[in-house]
């Protein structure tokens, strides 16, 4: 049974460019947060996918965007790149379910130049 | 705004002692709080989960309690292995929050043989 599964493992971008970043949920999952996750610092949530709609959003700009497949898999895409945005971006699944654990991936590593 | 503070300096422990890391949080009232485990370039790992009617949980080596008056999780892991050697997160969540986590920026732990 595969567990979170993102793609890329890394990526390097430019400043004004736009990055895409993919998500497969575990086997079972139907809902899927995007956090990112800054040296030194704790997961900041971004947004959460639940029935292919944003449920629920952190305090990210609209550069930040996402979608849901209707097999639940999801894509975190980001606009116009800032060297702020380098960081290492986690997709978690888990239920619909208040206190669900959250299963994470192992995250892609987004270095902006 | 909602705070959530873990020991920001590194914890260094002999093998074989117990292990205790403080969460505290404020302008929040969290229904439960998870422990999540952290390695270097992974994803958080769930370890425990504990509800606000509970004071104490425990799984194996680890033991979590919850005091919704002094606003504090405690993480204890009894005779630590080196192996226990990671970066250690809470999240506090809410009932109908829909699982969006917060997270602290996590207390790194040592083990030294």
């Known amino acids: 049974d595969a567990g979170v599964t993102q793609s890329p493992t890394h990526l390097i971008k430019t400043r004004g460019q736009q990055v895409t970043l ?17 040296l030194g610092q704790g ?20 550069r930040f965007s996402g979608h ?10 980001v606009n116009a790149l800032l060297l702020g945005d380098s960081a290492l971006y986690l997709c978690a699944s ?14 892609t590593r987004l270095t902006v130049t | 705004s909602q705070k959530i503070e873990q020991n920001s300096e590194a914890l260094n422990i002999q093998e074989g002692k ?31 989960l504990i509800r606000e009617n ?8 680890l033991k ?5 008056t002094l606003k504090q999780s405690l993480f204890h892991i009894t005779a630590s292995q080196p192996a226990d050697s990671a970066t250690y997160l809470c999240a506090p ?18 083990v030294h043989p």
């Open chain 2, 93 to 110: 969540g809410r009932v109908g929050g829909y699982n969006k986590l917060i997270f602290g920026a996590g207390t790194r732990l040592a």
């Open chain 2, 18 to 48: 117990t292990a205790t890391l403080t969460c505290n949080y404020t302008n929040y009232s969290p229904a439960y709080l998870q422990w999540y485990r952290q390695d270097p370039g992974r994803g958080p790992v769930f370890l425990l």
């Open chain 2, 64 to 68: 979590v309690t919850f005091d919704t």
């Open chain 1, 68 to 77: 849901q497949f209707p097999n639940y898999s999801s894509e975190l895409n």
């Open chain 1, 22 to 38: 993919r998500c497969s949920p575990k086997s079972g999952h139907d809902t899927v947060s995007w956090y990112q996750q800054a």
């Open chain 1, 43 to 62: 997961p900041q949530f971004i947004f959460q996918y639940y029935e292919e709609e944003e449920r629920q959003r952190g305090n990210f700009p609209d």
């Open chain 1, 94 to 107: 888990s239920w619909d379910r208040g206190d669900s654990p959250l299963h994470f991936g192992n995250g």
């Open chain 2, 54 to 61: 509970e004071k104490e949980k425990r799984k194996e080596r």
